[in-house]
Nanobody, 124 residues
Framework: QVQLVESGGGLVQAGGSLRLSCAAS????????MGWFRQAPGKEREFVAA????????YYADSVKGRFTISRDNAKNTVYLQMNSLKPGDTADYYC?????????????????WGQGTQVTVSS
């Protein structure tokens, strides 16, 4: 099992940046594919970004491509989401998630473990 704790959310003006962190417990962090998802009020949870176990492969939703960067530090059991050029439409609760399947999934269903979320608000 792995426990995930997100941090780094907050209020930022449009065009600004935030970096989210997700710290994982346990000694097998490198065996998990990690993902970031977000959920805005009244909307379904949507994929944002994912990263393979080694960090060599990354995947992004079209809506954030070129603005967000996912990375991981397996030595620190942490995955990051650097968010630049933020827009009001990025306002949501952001969740990190982990799964142990071989391929990198970009839908929420295969993810086995979830953090509690961190709120990101982008003002116009």
């Amino acid at each position: 099992q792995v426990q995930l704790v997100e941090s780094g959310g907050g209020l930022v003006q449009a065009g600004g940046s935030l970096r989210l962190s997700c710290a994982a417990s346990g000694r097998t962090f490198s065996s998990y594919v990690m993902g970031w998802f977000r959920q805005a009020p009244g909307k379904e949870r949507e994929f944002v970004a994912a990263i393979s176990r080694s960090g060599g492969n990354t995947y992004y939703a079209d809506s954030v491509k070129g603005r967000f960067t996912i990375s991981r530090d397996n030595a620190k059991n942490t995955v990051y989401l650097q968010m630049n050029s933020l827009k009001p439409g990025d306002t949501a609760d952001y969740y990190c998630a982990a799964h142990v399947h071989t391929i990198v999934h970009v839908t929420p269903e295969p993810y086995d473990y979830w953090g509690q979320g961190t709120q990101v608000t982008v003002s116009s």
